[in-house]
């Protein structure tokens, strides 16, 4: 938290990072219809924080921590959102499913302790606590509009995120609305 006790973006993007973790554990030991749900909350949750992230954290931490690490994080995200895109495409009930959830885990978990690590700790150091709140409020923000699911084809840029993101975001939200409705009425 910043002094003035409004959640800065790095204490909020940790949050999430705990609370990614704790569904990827939650997903490993559930079944059938709860393991779906959790699934696709865990994908929502995922392709939301990384495209709020590639709109405010990634573009504020190039001059902090370096254009190499950067890239480096993207590349991670990038991949994540394949392993994600065919982890949706295979569905939970697959064989392969928990061999490779398990992988995408252990990746993003990893990605995570390297942006708080290389990322976060430089932001925190070199960026004022007032922007950083501000840089949350951003994160919120976008999470608002950014896609609810992996769209690996449509890059990692901020700027592409800005253009692709919203209309992407509605078509989600509206196919997700649909999910939820189909399951609702022929359960």
Known sequence: MSGGGEQNVVDLLIGQHTQIKE??????????????????????LLAVHESAEELVVHPAARPTAGE????????EEHEAKEALSELYDL??????????????????????TQEELKEFSRLRAEV????????????????KIAPTRPHPAAGESAIVNMLVGPPVGVFDKVRDAVRDWHQANND
Request: hydrophobic share 45%.
């Open 91 to 112: 569905g939970v009930e697959h064989p392969e499913f928990d061999a490779k959830c398990a992988a995408l885990a252990q990746d993003v978990l990893e990605h995570a």
């Open 128 to 143: 004022p606590p007032e922007r950083l709140v501000r840089m949350a409020g951003a994160v919120r923000a976008a999470e």
């Open 23 to 44: 569904m990827f554990a939650e997903l490993a030991g559930a079944q059938g219809e709860r393991k779906r749900e959790l699934f696709h909350e865990l994908v929502r």
């Open 68 to 75: 190499e690490i950067v890239e480096a994080r993207l590349r």
